[in-house]
């Protein structure tokens, strides 16, 4: 079992960068693939990057693809989204998730352990 913390949100404005972290509880959570999403107010929670146990495989939504990156540290028991050229539809809230059960699940939303979420705003 895992418990899971982000932080990094903030606000920025178009064309920057925020970097948000994934903190996880837990020694084994290098047997966990993590996914981030985000929720912006009204609208669906949607998938925005999702990373293998050790790394090796990534997936990111045509949206974000060539802006944001997902990475891991196993060793600090933490994910990454380094997020550039920031855009105003950009905003909502981000969360991460992970699941031991691989990267399908992640990415398909079904997650067992989720966070509490970290505001990401972008001003235009």
């Known amino acids: 079992q895992v418990q899971l913390v982000e932080s990094g949100g903030g606000l920025v404005q178009a064309g920057g960068s925020l970097r948000l972290s994934c903190a996880a509880s837990?020694?084994?959570?290098?047997?966990?693939?993590v996914g981030w999403f985000r929720q912006a107010p009204g609208k669906e929670r949607e998938c925005v990057a999702v990373?293998?146990?050790?790394?090796?495989?990534?997936y990111y939504a045509y949206f974000v693809k060539g802006r944001f990156t997902i990475s891991r540290d196993n060793a600090k028991n933490t994910v990454y989204l380094q997020m550039n050229s920031l855009k105003p539809e950009d905003t909502a809230i981000y969360y991460c998730?992970?699941?031991?059960?691989?990267?399908?699940?992640?990415?398909?939303?079904?997650?067992?352990?989720w966070g509490q979420g970290t505001q990401v705003t972008v001003s235009s």
């Open positions: 998730a992970a699941d031991p059960r691989g990267d399908g699940t992640v990415l398909a939303g079904k997650s067992d352990y």
């Open positions: 990373i293998s146990r050790n790394g090796a495989d990534t």
């Open positions: 837990g020694r084994t959570f290098s047997s966990y693939a």
